[in-house]
């Protein structure tokens, strides 16, 4: 009532409180309208530079950006004139490999150097130009440069072969030494080479150039002119493996690991800013050569680099700039807005001087200010209503107090009452839960024990005075749970619902003991005002739970076994009602896996063993069963709609419970569908493979452990006369004889082993039979039971290979050994020349202008001069002499026996005496000679690589000397 009291006091005491207040708390004493115009002020200040510096950071950011993308575009327009300039380079060499004056022979050696000089002085990045043979010695060369020096080593030379002509940026020693170099900088070159061909078409060797490295220097130099005023911008030009090639001096030479040449090595083409080794910053531009049009390309990486603080110099000034215009412009602004904010404020300060005068006490209202602004004069209405309800409030609040009063006395008699009332109920429901069954516990709303019955004594263990106070947690929830049961309580007290109230739940509990058991218990929440608590009857269902697990077992244990064996089980009751059905007998009956229906399973039609005598009612198993006869494989066979026919052995007896009551039937159907198939495909199968081996023309038999034949097929008949049934039970050695199976023993014999192949050849009444034998192991669990035996006869096949090796090693055109024959009789040679000791020579033949007669008379008379060719030099040998035809007109004579290089010489010049006669053509008489080779060799060990070389040398040196001879080279000499 003191409280009430004090609220109700004169209204000139009310007003200038709330006056006070108001000013201390939220102005602290400051004025409002300065106040107001400077926050506003300030704000549009801020609002300003901010605006004009996110401006300024736009501008400059894309500044720096097309700063970025020009350096980009610079390193992206040296790789494309890189590529351009290089594909001129490979088209013009690969074109100059092509020209006739060049590659055709009959151009003089000085005609074909002013041609390549011609293209150096046109073009004069190329350092040198050379024509190799195919040995790779330099035939001809601009500046004469390294003619004659043997080439076959550099790169570029054996690549060509392989159609790789181009190779990156090296340097020439030798070539370097041959060049002017007033500068005395390393000589660098890159080298392009393609391969030239002769008249016939065939590469007649190389055609290899060097481009000085001075090229793409001014390549890089012509692109960056129009940056020549700009400062500190650099060029790197890097190698496929990242290796500087053109740059400054600190980086020549050396791998530059960046991650700008990494995104080059990609495919990318930007700029990007990162800290070299030098420890600079720098802007980057990258780009990668990727060739043009035929042009591979050699992967080189160009890299464009500028320090960042000369790259964004101008940046930084624009940054400048805006800045300072920012601060010029808000300044404006917010003295513009310090002006309008005064004038719009001025009201409230009047307002403000009223109100002053009213905690005063010099007047009674706030008088009308005079103002446009509709927010003033609603302040001011409000602030003389609030004034009024004050002083209505006062005299109301008076009346109030008396009221309650009266009714505080009134409600003090009627709790003293209900106190009493909660008492009794209270001792009442105490007397309940100590006498219930099932234990009771009390948990308040932080899980700490309230309550706890005697029945909680014995189960838990815990005495009343124990487990008060302690939480439930600790006491009576197991370890493994109080993680769940935590969080729960958690979720409980933070959204006020639970899913386990008012539900009948099983789980786990602890003893004081320590032993965890299983508990059914039922959760009670009781609402108290502002907190809550639960009440928790509990019940011991140790005993229940494990007898209802034993059930489980068991049940279990029977339903795996019935659903895991393949014998379908259906059990009925007395009144034929199935009560189980397993999975095997779903199946047999055609029925799905899940539920069936009471008539479902009898959809079927049933027959007799043989399919077609269908079966009484009565004398199905099942009631035969249910009358108590006792059934026992009874063979069925049943049809369910929709499905194949299945052959079932069916077994069944009646059910009787301990005191004798019928309580049913149990049915075990066994498919046997499978096993009368399988014996019904093994008798198809075995009249099937008796058919095919009785008609097949190749021997087919099995042989025991003891070498007895066990099966023969009708073959056997034909190829020995014997009845195939005669021969089962015969040995091998009594089918094939002593003598063939002597021979053979270790074949036809009992080995085991792997599966082995022989031919053999058997005396038939018609002639000889050539027969290839397959010898398979018949093995089982390691042990080796018998042995299959095929044979097939392979005459006809040897003697078509025989006349196949003939035609293979004979030239069709001259009869004579082609190649092939060739080299086996060469290596037979040299085999018997270092058994005997005696020499042999080889001679390498060729036709004299033989390409002319093709090109004047034609192929048809080119034939004929083969042809006559070869009987002139076989009619010039001797017997024992091998006489070949290697290819064209290349010819070889394997001479043996010899004892001097003398002989030798006698045999070669009889060969070329022979050709001083006309060869008589279609059209024309014409002579036509030949140049012969001759290696002698009469001392061995001799490779024939070795003697052939020596022969083609000597084929040379004769063509050398005129043709129409020979000129003789010692092997060994």
Known sequence: MTAIRSVIMPHRNLFPRFNIMFTHRFFGRIPLAPSLAAVSALVMLLLTVVTLQLVGHTMTRQAELDIGRDLAELAFQTTDKLDRGMYERYREVKLMAERTEITDPKVTGAAKRAAIESMQETHPYYAWIGLTNLRGNVDIATKRMLEGKDVSRRPWYSAAFRGVHLHDVHEAVLLAKLLPNPGGEPKRFFDIAFPYRGADGRIAGILGTHLSWQWAQDVERSVLRPLAERKAVDTLILS??????????????????????????????????????????????????????????????????????????????????????????????????????????????????????????????????????????????????????????ENRLRELNATLEARVAHRT????AAVEETR????????????????????????????????????????????????????????????????????????????VVGRRIQLSALRRDGEEFP?????????????????????????????????????????????????????????????????????IHGLPTGAVSPGQWQDYRMSAADGATPVPLEQTPL?????????????????????????????????????????????????????????????????????????????????????????????????????????????????FGDDLYGRHRQHLGMTPGETARFEMTLAMREGHRTIEVTRIPDIQDGVCNGVYVLGADISAAKRHEEELNQLARIDTLTGLPNRRAYQERLHEALQRARRSGHAVALMYLDVDHFKHVND????????????????????????TDTVCRLAGDEFTVILEGLKTSGEAALVAGKIVAAFERPFALEREERLISTSIGVAFAGMFPVDAAVLEAHADKALYQAKDQGRGRFAMMPVGA
């Open 424 to 499: 009794k109920g209270e001792r009442r429901v105490r007397a309940i839960i100590d006498s219930a069954l099932d234990a009771f516990v009390g948990v308040d709303a932080q899980g700490r024990i309230t309550d706890w019955n005697p029945r909680a004594e014995e189960i838990f263990g815990w005495r009343r005075a124990e487990a008060m106070g302690r939480t439930v947690t600790e006491t009576i929830i197991p370890h493994r749970l109080r993680e769940a049961h935590e969080a729960g309580m958690q979720r409980y007290s933070v959204a006020g619902s639970s899913g």
């Open 519 to 587: 508990i059914e218990m039922t959760i009670g929440l009781i609402n108290a005002g502002d907190s809550h608590f639960f009440g928790t009857f509990i019940q011991d269902i140790s005993v229940r739970k494990r007898i209802e697990d034993e059930l489980a077992r068991e049940r279990e244990l029977l339903d795996a076994v019935l659903e895991s064996i393949d014998v379908g089980i259906m059990v009925c009751s007395p009144g034929g009602e199935v009560t189980m059905f397993n999975r095997a007998a779903k199946e």
């Open 240 to 393: 496929k493996g990242g290796v500087v090639l053109l740059g400054p001096k600190a980086y020549q030479d050396n791998l530059l690991d960046l991650d700008s040449v990494r995104r080059a090595q990609r495919g990318a083409n930007a700029a990007v800013i990162e800290t070299w080794p030098d420890g600079r910053r720098y802007l980057v531009g990258y780009s990668q050569s990727h060739g043009h049009q035929s042009y591979p390309g050699l992967g080189w990486t160009v890299v464009v680099r500028q320090p960042v603080e000369q790259a964004f110099a101008p940046v930084e000034a624009l940054r400048g700039k805006i800045f300072r215009f920012g601060l010029c412009a808000a300044a404006i602004v917010s003295l513009l807005v310090w002006i309008v904010s005064r004038n719009i404020i001025k009201p409230l300060e009047t307002i403000t001087g009223h109100a002053e005068a009213l905690h005063a006490g010099n007047v009674g209202s706030i008088p009308p200010v005079r103002s446009r602004l509709r927010e003033v004069q609603i302040l001011q209405g409000a602030l003389n209503g609030l004034l009024s309800k004050l002083l209505a409030n």
């Open 413 to 416: 008699v009627e709790l003293h």
């Open 856 to 879: 004047t008379l034609g192929h048809a008379a080119g034939d004929l001069v083969l042809h006559e060719f070869a009987q002139r030099v076989k009619a010039s040998v001797r017997a």
């Open 623 to 735: 009631y035969r069963a249910l009358r108590g006869e006792l059934v026992e494989n009874m063979e069925l066979t049943i049809t369910p709609p929709g499905a194949g026919t299945r052959v079932v052995l069916v077994s069944g007896r009646a059910l009787h419970a301990g005191d004798g009551k019928n309580i049913g039937a149990v049915i075990a159907l066994k498919d046997v569908t499978s096993l009368h198939a399988a014996a019904r495909r093994l008798a198809a199968g075995e009249r099937r493979l008796r058919t095919i081996t009785d008609n097949v023309p190749v021997l087919i038999g099995y042989v025991d452990s003891t070498e007895r034949y066990q099966f023969a097929n009708a073959t056997y008949a034909a190829w020995f006369g014997v009845p195939a049934n005669d021969i089962v039970g015969k040995s091998v050695q009594e089918v």
